[in-house]
């Protein structure tokens, strides 16, 4: 870097637990547990491991954002616009369920019996933006603009600007910097900018890296303060792998109860009773029934095409 980054400080940090989720997945959820219930704009981020057999069939969203990245495997999705396709290894889905949506994730079973891995973050989505018309914005891993500060380091620039390399445009309501850092070697430096509003957290998927004189091993979450201008470190171990993630810090309340997400009591309470009257958005979801929620086999899935 040109100048001497103000980094920030950490102010919480944690390992993030394996527990059970949707049918027969296991999560290492960070972001939506008692440790940490939200981190505007963020209210949840899980880190999946899905058996063959298992995954999240056919439930509902409101009000929110949800941002996938597939780190192994295949996933397949379908809602009741009749959206569907399939996620592979490297590729990212942004879906905005703003008013109504009903969808199912579940892992495509690979004839080699691969678990499907990755990552979903949970967005708010700005009060004003909560009856929106839902859509999805899918980045293939090959459309990803990568840079390369040095031979030893790699950042995937999936949202937002790293090292110089500018993102694709438009893939989220809510303002979200997102980025796959890989660093080849230990003592390997990294730097990443961010703006003053947003909320930043770091993610070790593989690997370690040490921030000041702490070390960070696989699975830690790492949540930062609003003092500085940039998150900064060093890779501690050979092939790591993490996740630099901010978010536009909403000023708004926040009431969430599962997938469905809004400002006030009455409001979620509100959505409620339109999921279960099919009214308000909902109306597609009587009788709605997505064709993968019994699973769906590597053979049935569209070509790969990266």
């Known amino acids: 870097m040109s100048k001497q980054q103000n980094l920030r400080s950490i102010f919480k940090h944690f390992i993030a637990r394996e527990q059970a989720e949707g049918v027969g997945a296991r999560v290492r959820r960070s972001i939506g547990t008692m440790l940490l219930r939200k981190f505007s704009p963020f209210l949840m981020l899980d880190h999946f491991n899905v058996a063959p057999g298992a995954g999240f069939p056919d439930h509902p969203h409101h009000g929110q954002e949800t941002i996938t ?58 009060t004003d933006m909560k009856n929106t018309e839902p859509r999805y914005r899918d980045l293939k891993n090959k459309e ?42 230990a003592g390997t430096e990294f730097t990443q900018n961010f703006s003053r509003d947003f909320n930043v957290f770091i993610y070790v998927l593989q690997g370690a890296i040490t921030i000041g004189d ?14 500085g201008d940039a998150v900064g470190g060093t890779i501690a171990a050979d092939n790591t792998e993490f996740a630099i993630i901010g978010g536009k810090i909403l000023d708004q309340q926040t009431v969430q109860h599962g997938p469905f997400v809004e400002e006030t009591k009455e409001k979620l309470i509100k959505v409620f009773y339109d999921y279960q009257s099919y009214s308000n958005g909902f109306e597609r979801a009587r009788n709605w029934k997505s064709s993968i929620r019994d699973g769906i086999k590597e053979n049935d899935a569209p070509n790969h095409h990266n």
């Open 69 to 126: 990245y597939v780190n192994e495997g295949m996933i397949a999705h379908e809602d009741f616009t009749g959206c569907k396709g399939v996620l592979y290894k490297g590729d990212l889905q942004f879906m905005t369920a703003g008013k109504a949506i009903c969808h199912a994730e579940m892992p495509v079973q690979s004839n080699s019996g691969e678990h499907v891995v990755g990552l979903q973050l949970w967005v708010d989505l700005p």
């Open 214 to 227: 702490q070390v960070f091993p696989q699975y830690s979450s790492i949540f930062f303060n609003t003092d």
């Open 144 to 185: 990803i603009p990568r840079a390369n500060p040095t031979d030893d380091l790699e950042v995937e620039v999936i949202s937002g600007n790293s090292y110089g390399v500018d993102s694709v445009k438009d893939l989220a309501y809510t303002p979200i910097d997102f980025y796959m850092y890989r660093g080849k070697k």
